[in-house]
């Protein structure tokens, strides 16, 4: 049984346009979501494939090559059988503006068979109550995405899919979808969060896949990618000895006012070397500030090396 909820191996889509040119939306795409609740970032500039990718996965377009897998089940072969387990938030979707939320919630229960609680449990979820009578079309745009998510969580989904769901909101309404979104991760549901804003990523996932031009560039826990390779600072009650210790480890640091700077691949390996030679750290923070960094030198280094006639996309 498959620990993932989402897979895809060597996934590809490629589009004709009407000129006849191929496009690469796609390419070979590895995507490893893992289960057991929390959101996923899907992170990757505008055009680098993500809505295509999340199409491919919900049955709405047909893969050019690969595989793909949702609970471990090969789809679309199998999706009939999962897709009960799966919410989608791809596009707006189409709910009677005359309508109140709750009465629009109310008819999609009623066709999907989902029981009456669901529907204030939903609108509770996303913090909808108090709104919940009014007329959709009085809603602003981050009360029409949350109603959007509600009607997803009326089948109580294992996975949530929601792609670029603050695109077009306000501050406001882009603090409230993400706080909705990171308390569902919470909550014990997988949520694939696409989105092309770094912040948002890194304030709201806990593991994300980093794509550009359609390919894999990085994958892991939030923590993970920013501690990837990057310098550290390191305060110790000896910096000298401890100086040493890291020069013999192959991590030769450089001195700053008393205070190390180290680079290494995990911060893991710092405490461990210093941690054997029995130096006991004071103090050890990433030196770059956050995953944009991170994001632009994957991606720029991508840009420089693809190939312009198989790839559409494009930094943001
Ligand atoms: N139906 C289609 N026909 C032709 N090209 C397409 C089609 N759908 C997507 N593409 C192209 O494939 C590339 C990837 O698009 P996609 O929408 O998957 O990217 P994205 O990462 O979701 O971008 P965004 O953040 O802008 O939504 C783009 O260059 C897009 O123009």
């Known amino acids: 049984m498959s620990d993932l909820v989402i897979e895809t191996t060597g996934l590809r889509k490629e589009f004709r346009s009407l000129r006849g040119e191929l496009r690469v939306a796609v390419q070979g795409l590895d995507l490893a979501v893992p289960s057991g609740g929390g959101v996923h970032g899907f992170l990757g500039p505008n055009g680098s494939g993500k ?89 602003s745009l981050g009360m029409k995405q949350r109603l959007a998510i509600a ?36 909550s014990g549901v997988t949520v694939l969060l696409s989105s092309h804003i770094l912040a948002e990523v890194q304030q709201v996932c806990t593991s994300a896949t980093i794509i550009g031009n359609g390919k894999l560039l990085a994958s892991g826990t939030v923590d993970e990618l920013l501690g990837s ?48 030679s029995g130096i006991w750290l004071t103090e050890l923070t990433p030196l770059r500030a956050d995953l944009e960094a991170y994001f632009l030198q994957l991606t720029e280094a991508e840009e420089l090396g693809h190939d312009t006639h198989d790839t559409t996309g494009a930094i943001a």
Do not use: C, W
Not at 102 to 123: F, Y
Not at 154 to 170: A, F, M, R, V, Y
Not at 235 to 252: I, N, Q, S, W, Y
């Open 51 to 139: 809505t295509t990718t999340i199409r491919m996965l919900l049955g709405l377009a047909r893969p050019t090559r690969g595989t793909m897998r949702l609970f471990g089940q090969p789809v679309p072969a199998q999706l009939p059988q999962v897709i009960g387990r799966v919410g989608a938030v791809v596009e707006s979707p189409k709910f009677s503006p005359n309508f109140s939320g709750r009465r629009n919630l109310q008819l999609l229960a009623g066709a999907i068979g989902a029981p009456t609680a669901s529907v204030d449990a939903a609108l509770e979820t996303v913090k909808l109550t108090g709104r919940e009578k009014d007329r959709y079309k009085s809603y």
């Open 151 to 186: 009607a997803t969580l009326l089948k109580t989904p294992d996975l949530l899919i929601l792609d670029e769901p603050t695109n077009g909101l306000d501050p406001a309404g882009i603090r409230e979808i993400r706080e909705t979104i990171r308390d569902l991760g919470a």
């Open 229 to 276: 390779g990057t310098a550290y600072r390191v305060v110790v009650p000896e910096p000298t000895a401890a100086a040493d210790v890291l020069t013999r480890a192959g991590l030769a640091p450089s001195h700053v006012d008393g205070v190390l700077h180290v680079e290494a691949q995990r911060p893991a390996e710092i405490t461990q070397i210093l941690g054997e």
